[in-house]
């Protein structure tokens, strides 16, 4: 071993001598908002929420533990596609995707009620105006807290739940079903003017006849899901309002995460028992 490898064993012990203790926080802790406690991660978000682009609605299932944000889109942003933003609305809405068939009828029933419906002015075309974050929960590997620091005391509150947001795309899944729905609805007239169209009195029409076995097909559906998948689909959205975290409301909610009682603790946990808790293998086993 060298001079200089000396003198850096020296200067490395010195350092670690010299680590001293800044300071000492007795520690409280408080469960009075742990089973609301939800940590949020934002695997696709680099820069935080600002008061203009923070979410604008919000819906939770508590017992699936799901949770979905709205962000709002600036439609007036020059990035902003409208011809696409008018393609996506389509999933936001209820309304049904008109077919030919829709527009004949349209056009039939104007006629008979008079050219006046016309000049009517066309409403502006709806735009797909907010993206929204669904949430996937995160299996406990560990356990996280919130820490906050009041007087020179150290209060935590266990978190209840952690989920990951991304963006979902619900919305196309409904147009895709409105126009399923479309097809069905100009095959269905297709046949029927087929059937107009062939069928002649005293001409024998053969009928084709096909049973589904309705309790099969449920069942095999049924297996295709969990029964944790389920119940979530069941469970109803509740609506839920957010608040900045520089809001009042989120101030006065705040001050639930500072411990009133400050009883001392009573740990009944042995030294042996700690050590299996961190440890997979147990000293028993050893």
Sequence with gaps: MTDMDDRMNVDHNNTEEEDEVLAEYPIYLTTELSKYLYLF???MRSIPFT???GPNAARLKPRAKMVELDLPLDTRSPNYSTERGEDFAMGLNDKTIK????????????EMMGRGSNKLKKKEEELLDRMTLTSTEIPSQTKYVVG???DDE??????????????GFKYIDKIDEKWKAAN?????????????????PGTAQAVQ?????????????????????????????QP???YDENSLQAETVSEKLYAQCKEPLNCITTNSDYIDQLSSVKVHDV
């Design 51 to 53: 008061p203009r682009t």
């Design 184 to 200: 069905k609805r100009i095959q269905d007239v297709e046949k029927q003017e087929e059937k107009k169209q062939n069928a002649e």
């Design 148 to 150: 906050v620091i009041r």
């Design 154 to 167: 150290l209060h935590i509150t266990p978190i209840n739940t952690t989920v990951q947001l991304r963006p």
């Design 41 to 43: 991660q934002y695997p």
């Design 209 to 237: 006849v096909s049973v589904k076995n309705a309790e099969r097909e449920g069942n095999v559906r049924k297996n295709l899901y969990s029964m944790s998948v389920r119940n979530a689909d069941e469970e109803e959205w």
């Design 99 to 110: 077919t030919a068939y829709d527009r004949r009828m349209e056009e039939h029933e104007e």
């Design 240 to 242: 839920i309002v957010y």
